[in-house]
């Protein structure tokens, strides 16, 4: 493990190293009461109509207690772009992608045996045999996603829509290249599918809601997505649009307007947001790597819901081109995916500069993965952070789990683990959700035909004073300074926390809750506890499954779950790291993979689409012999 990201001089836009003030932590906020079924639909009538109330949920909400720390923030100057750039040495930039991507196909037999899920390097393997072909793993996921037959497919509550003349194009021309042995890359047919964020030729995007809101193409240019289009030139299949949390605006993924997609390994259970589609997907097994966003934790926190994994890129790394950032100052897209080495290629293809955009044309190509093998002795020691205040504000056995897995880390790898300490976090987090909301009421001021929870969430953007807007700057400036100090003094140190410090999200009433829409800003906030850090300064963050917990309700619940649990739920490890750190992070989280293997578990609903379509090229072969058979004995 190396103590730095590997090639790094200097960087543009990074932030003065200077110690922030040394305060006690704590957290002083006021409880919101939830709402939920008629109660909310009312409520959130009488929020956009009362002015008074408004005003009043926003000082409830704990929005205006930055001002109990202005003597703080007045010698910091607001700070509203996050983006920092390393610059690379040009020995690093000669590193190519395909060779980054070809070396992540290696495995050893041991690493083999531990995988519960299929990865992309098995796609292109059983490709490449001849095994498989990609149209054959399309045909056999078709009726599973679909929406538009009668009955719907049973994983379709994950899908908002799907162009099947588009997917089977795309397949047969994968079949064809890997037929004629010039597949285009590891991705060439493997199976994907991208959250309703994305612009996608021949594809609405409503954001989960049931408006639209695509963004047009310039004359005879294309929509899609910079990150789409980079899937597509790799050869990957888009299976189409996934479910998401209206606006991406909360945590649970409850979406009444187009069905809420369960928790595979708990249905009453969330599977958290706002990419709660794509984490459906993948854990379900139905494709080994999906795109997410994440302005506060919307890729981290469905995926350590759904025990896959995540990971948030550096602020402007990733390029949304030719369509804008709704959430510009805090969010970034990015992939999930089912184990660290697809995650690992699907990055390395979506992580490209694009010479169109400002902040991504300056960010370095990714460097190519070095994945250790489990097997492997004691490597060169790194630092590990731990906010120890802030850390256990997880439950108990959480934090068990998390330090579990740590410690066999250490000992593994030869670690250091040091306490650090960030001052004014429950103030940060407040001062995310406010400028999060800001930016919402401004992009979407239009709150017809949006859930009662999303109205009276814009509300509260639409009545936030400038000053406070600009209170919440300078205290991300104060953040970020106080973070480069940190990685003054201790270079390469990785943070670490849960991802969440509850496990998963309860469905308290499913027959209102899912009907509805739900309004819990506490249970919101919880879920929020250690992901809004990494948006609001801009860091890259990366998530990975540790273990699971007895579900709410059942013995023991909240305890260490084994194998056989019922209904068990998944916990997730998080690591953040400096500024364009992401290769460092996949590393390091390649390492927890591999000691954390035995923890790792399929859900219930897990779909084995390998022996699917191995069915689906028999039954092909069957009805060929069965076509040809007659004019051969005719022949004969």
């Not at 249905?267 to 997907?281: K, V």
């Not at 390091?588 to 591999?594: F, L, N, S």
């Amino acid at each position: 493990m190396t103590n730095a990201p590997e090639g790094t001089s200097k960087s543009f836009n990074y932030p003065e190293a200077r110690l922030g003030p040394d305060v006690p932590y704590q957290i002083q906020r006021k409880h919101s009461p939830a709402m939920r079924g008629l109660k909310l639909v009312y409520g959130a009538v009488l929020v956009e109509w009362l002015g008074f109330l408004r005003t009043w949920l926003w000082q409830n909400a704990g929005f205006g207690d930055l001002r109990r720390i202005r003597q703080y923030l007045d010698t910091y100057e607001p700070r509203f772009d996050p983006t920092v750039i390393p610059i690379i040495k040009q020995a690093a930039t000669a590193k190519s992608t395909e060779v980054a991507i070809s070396n992540s196909r290696n495995s050893t037999e041991a690493e083999k045996a531990t995988r519960k899920y299929y990865s992309v390097a098995d796609y292109q393997a059983l490709y490449t045999s001849g095994e498989l072909t990609p149209t054959a793993v399309v045909r056999t996921l078709l009726p599973l996603i679909r929406r538009d037959t009668n009955p719907c497919g049973e994983y379709s509550i994950a899908w908002l829509h799907s162009r099947v003349d588009l997917i089977l194009a795309a397949a047969d021309a994968s079949t064809l290249r890997y037929k004629e042995n010039r597949p285009l890359s590891i991705l060439d047919g493997v199976p994907t599918a991208v959250k309703d964020e994305y612009d996608v030729e021949g594809y609405q995007t409503c954001l989960g809601s049931r408006n639209e809101y695509t963004n047009g193409a310039a004359v005879n240019q294309s929509n899609t997505s910079w990150s789409v289009t980079r899937l597509e030139e790799a050869g990957a299949i888009n299976l189409g649009k996934l479910s998401m949390h209206e606006l991406g605006l909360d945590t649970s993924n409850n979406n009444p307007n187009y069905g809420t997609p369960l928790n595979p390994f708990n249905n009453r259970y969330y599977t958290g947001g706002s990419s709660g589609g794509a984490a459906y997907a993948v854990s379900a097994g139905l494709i080994p790597i999906a795109l997410g966003s994440d302005g506060g934790g919307s890729i981290r926190i469905p995926a350590s819901f759904c025990s896959v994994y995540g990971i948030k890129p550096s602020h402007g790394r990733i390029s949304y081109k030719p369509g804008i950032n709704h959430y510009d100052t805090c969010s970034v897209n990015g992939p999930l995916a089912a184990d660290i080495a697809s995650l690992w290629a699907v990055y390395s293809i979506i992580g490209a500069p694009n010479p169109a955009c400002p902040s991504s044309s300056l960010f370095a190509a990714p460097l190519p993965p070095r994945l250790t093998s489990s097997s492997g002795g004691k490597q060169t020691g790194g630092l590990l952070g731990i906010p120890q205040a802030w850390f256990s504000r997880s439950t108990p056995t959480i934090q068990r789990l998390c330090h579990s897995i740590l410690d066999r880390v250490v000992a593994l790898h030869n670690y250091t683990i040091i306490p650090i300490t960030i001052p004014f976090l429950p103030e940060g987090q407040t001062a995310h959700a406010m400028t999060m909301l800001c930016h919402a009421a401004t992009a979407i001021p239009d709150t017809r035909n949006l859930t009662a929870a999303n109205k009276i969430l814009i509300s509260l953007g639409m009545v936030t004073p400038s000053t406070d807007f600009f209170l919440a700057q300078k205290l991300r400036q104060l953040l970020m300074q106080h973070l480069a100090d940190l990685w003054r003094k201790h270079p390469g140190m990785i943070i670490v926390t849960p991802t969440t410090p509850c496990a998963g999200w309860h469905i308290a009433d499913p027959e209102v809750d899912l009907k509805y829409g739900i309004s819990d800003a506490d249970q919101t906030l919880k879920t929020m506890e250690y992901v809004w850090l990494a948006n609001f300064v801009g860091l890259p963050s990366l998530t990975i499954p540790v273990g699971f917990v007895r579900p709410e309700g059942e013995q023991g619940e909240g305890e260490e779950a084994d194998d056989d649990t019922d209904g068990k739920v998944p916990v997730g490890l998080m690591g953040t790291g400096e500024w364009g750190s992401e290769e460092h992070l996949l590393q390091w989280g390649a390492e927890i993979e591999a000691a954390g293997a035995d923890r790792r578990s399929r859900p219930p609903i897990w779909f084995d689409v390998v022996a699917g379509a191995k069915q689906e090229m028999q039954k092909v072969q069957n009805e060929r012999d069965n076509e040809h058979g007659p004019a051969l004995r005719k022949r004969k």
